[in-house]
């Protein structure tokens, strides 16, 4: 690993203007404050640190809470038309800075440039949704008997505490804080430790084009002290939280003590079923994406192609054609494929595929580091796989696709529901009968039909058994940001 910057690391960070020390963005303001230990933040391409923090410690973190609350108090007061307007220069303000931002994240998360870029074009249009919902969340009336009149109100929480993870910081932070404003909350933010660049620019710019100060403070830090002390805090009234099922666990148990709401969005073992009709070309397309979209580690991924016996072959030559030219190298240089996140990580997802070896699985391509060197895995197919084998039951979190098959449709429903996750799943054949089928009695939050693709803003999105509790975009968000109140008035 190198420990020198590339050229361009140097000129992003200071177009971004953030300092060489970062810390907690509190009440419009970097705080100076940290208190808790220094943590390096390093590009993963290279190994080299490009930045560093002072960890937010639990006092700074009540400072943030506590801002956050006062500006909370002031915002649920002013006119949701108002709120939408200033969510919508937020939304501006975003894609005017597109290209800044999504070499920030190339730099923090090492996803290429166009990867990125879509990214930050999806962070800019959750706040456009947003904005334009804020006038629009209302109550019902209820009929009841005469001389009685009761209507609902949907009332926003407070103070909302999201946890995002490291794989898209942006538009996870976006994901959640757009319709917690819209909806009169103020949020607290912890990014992972390992990329909270573009949290912290974000966190500045909102306050930059109008928003209050204090309605979107950022702390920085690990889950101890860090997260611990924003979660615990008794004026958290709701959590937010992505990441792993373990971490998942612990915050759940924290909002269960504390009783108040939570979202977890855990992870997943996304199949799709390749049906004997299917468009294989498209498939090939989908389950090659998988390991493209940033380098494999991504929850929503489909990493395990169930494909009928009588096409499995073919099938299995068309993705390898698809993955074999796939390029691997810096984000910057906007390759096929980036470089995973961490040293741990690439470690964890080698073992993975010499499992699968161990275990009778045959690497088709793949399944070895390129010359560049880093923190890169070569795209690797793996065929004969079953679903008993460790690759097909764990969440990989690399460039690793695996192909197991079957021989009737119940099977691969069976095989498809076989797992501990339920995030999301697909189905590609021509017949529209058997993908309604399919679709019905497939056990995840999201079902494809004939594509794998990230669906739009407006389609709600969580999971099944461990892969969370609630459900992010579209109307459904709100709802979870929100608190109904009943009013019945007598009027005779």
């Known amino acids: 690993m190198t420990t020198t910057f590339r050229p361009e690391v140097a000129q992003v960070l200071g177009r971004a203007r953030l300092t060489e020390v970062l810390t907690a963005h509190i009440g419009g303001e970097f705080t100076g404050l940290g208190r808790g230990g220094w943590v390096d933040v390093d590009d993963p391409a290279t190994g080299a640190v490009v930045a560093g923090f002072e960890t937010s410690s639990a006092e700074v973190v009540d400072a943030a809470v506590r801002n956050a609350d006062e500006a909370y108090r002031r915002w649920r007061g002013i006119s949701p038309a108002e709120r939408g307007r200033l969510l919508a220069g937020a939304a501006a303000a975003i894609r005017r800075d597109t290209d800044l931002l999504a070499r ?112 979107c403070n950022v702390v920085l830090g690990a889950a101890d002290p860090t997260g611990k002390a924003l979660t615990e805090h008794d004026l958290v009234r709701h959590i937010t939280f992505t990441g792993s099922v373990a971490g998942g666990r612990a915050v759940g148990e924290v909002a269960a003590r504390r009783i108040i709401g ?55 030559e068309l993705l390898a054609e698809r993955m074999a030219g796939l390029s691997v190298g810096h984000g910057l240089d906007d390759p096929d494929v980036g470089p995973l996140i961490s040293d741990r990580q690439l470690q964890r997802v080698a073992s993975f595929i010499d499992s699968a070896r161990v275990e009778g699985a045959q690497v088709v391509i793949g399944g070895d580091q390129p010359s560049v060197g880093g923190r890169f895995i070569n795209p690797t197919l793996v065929q004969d796989v079953t679903n008993e084998m460790r690759i097909a039951r764990e969440e990989i979190f690399g460039p690793v696709q695996s192909v197991l098959e079957f021989e009737t449709l119940d099977e691969a429903i069976a095989i498809a529901n076989d797992t501990e996750y339920g995030l999301s799943a697909g189905v590609f054949t021509r017949d529209v009968a058997t993908a309604h089928q399919v679709a019905e009695r497939l056990e995840a939050g999201q079902v494809q039909v004939n594509r794998y693709i990230g669906a739009g803003v407006e389609v709600p999105f969580g999971g099944y058994k461990n892969s969370g509790l609630g459900r992010e975009k579209g109307t459904e968000a709100v709802h979870h940001y929100t608190q109904v109140k009943s009013i019945i008035m007598d009027i005779a």
């Open 104 to 215: 920030l994240e190339c730099i923090d998360s090492g996803k290429p440039l166009s990867q990125a870029r879509a990214d930050i074009a999806g962070s800019a249009r959750y706040f456009e949704y947003y904005a334009g919902l804020a006038d629009k969340i209302h109550g019902e009336t209820l009929p009841q008997a005469s001389g009685t009149f009761a209507f609902t109100r949907r009332e926003p929480l407070g103070v909302v505490a999201h946890i995002t993870p490291w794989n898209a910081p942006l538009t996870q932070l976006a994901r959640g804080v757009a319709p917690c404003l819209a909806a009169g909350n103020a949020v607290v933010v912890k990014p992972s430790e390992m990329t909270p660049l573009t949290s912290v620019y974000l966190a500045r710019l909102l306050v930059e084009t109008g928003l209050p100060p204090g309605l």
């Open 262 to 316: 939570v979202n977890l969005e855990l992870g997943g073992k996304s199949p799709t079923i390749v049906c004997a009709d299917a468009d294989l070309a498209a498939a090939a397309a989908a389950g090659a994406q998988a390991v493209v979209r940033n380098s494999g580690q991504s929850c929503f991924a489909t990493t395990r192609l169930l494909v009928d016996r009588v096409v499995r072959q073919q099938f299995v």
